[in-house]
């Protein structure tokens, strides 16, 4: 069966087929406005899928674009939920529809290794979420990512840049003072964030980070992880795991 896994974040669309066996194959990427892809992203898709599998955060116009271009793939598109428990793990929200689909998929791809982890997602925003050993969604938080405060300082004070700089610890240069300060805040709710779940597991949990901006931190951020793909992964295992239960069902 041809299937393929789409995952459309607020600013990228990432998607990559998946083997008979679970394995995901080569992942592709496009940037996106909310009004359209990269010119030429759709050349990277097979003329026909048997199967898509959606999680989209995105706003209905762009979902609609990517729907519709996998129709005219014939896609048989699966769209991912947030559930409140699946094979193994169980989130903290009462209200599963309010706990984003990225978020949850990232915490399902993390929790198949059987570990505590703090998942920190880094993209348009920043989140972190805290799952224990035995799979339990301990809660999370929601913050702008380093990129998303350059980008709002800049759109209220227009001499600040949006980007540029080099981080320092005290920087002599406005540039490296955006740089260090949008990222040292990042760096110091995930490092708080590492001393609370300590506090509360009684064990420091994994770091594990994923997403566009999570290659700017992790090098100062001691015992780090990082997995570029976890969504997709997530993605894949959701699909496995609905799979299965409507089957038995």
Not at 140 to 164: C, D, N
Not at 229 to 237: I, T
Request: contains cysteine; charged residues 20%; proline residues 5%.
């Amino acid at each position: 069966m041809n299937t393929w896994l789409f995952d459309l974040g607020n600013t990228r669309l990432k998607f990559a087929p998946l083997a008979d066996d679970g394995a995901i194959g080569p992942v592709h990427g496009s940037a996106h406005d909310g009004g359209g892809f990269d010119p030429g992203w759709i050349d990277a898709l097979p003329a026909r899928i048997d199967v898509a599998i959606v999680a989209s955060v995105a706003g209905p116009a762009l979902r609609s674009i990517l729907l519709d271009a996998l129709a005219t793939r014939g896609a048989r598109v699966q769209l991912a939920q947030t559930l409140p428990a699946l094979d193994g793990l169980r989130i903290a929200y009462a209200d599963p529809a309010r706990l984003g689909v990225d978020r949850f998929l990232a915490l399902l791809a993390a929790q198949a290794d059987g570990v505590s982890t703090l998942v920190v997602g880094v993209g348009t925003a920043l989140t972190v979420d805290l799952i224990d050993e035995a799979g339990r969604h301990l809660g999370g938080r929601i913050a702008p990512s380093p990129s998303l405060m350059r980008e709002a300082l800049h759109r209220r004070v227009a001499q600040l840049p949006p980007s540029g700089g080099a981080y320092a610890e005290f920087a002599a240069d406005t540039e490296d003072a955006l740089v260090s300060g949008c990222e040292g805040a990042a760096l110091g709710l995930i490092e708080r964030s590492r001393a609370e779940a300590h506090a509360r597991l009684g064990a420091v949990p994994r770091l594990l980070l994923h997403g566009g901006g999570a290659a700017a931190l992790r090098t100062r951020l001691p015992g780090a992880h990082w997995r570029s793909d976890l969504v997709l992964h997530g993605l894949a295992r959701w699909y496995r795991a609905v799979g299965s239960a409507r089957r038995e069902g």
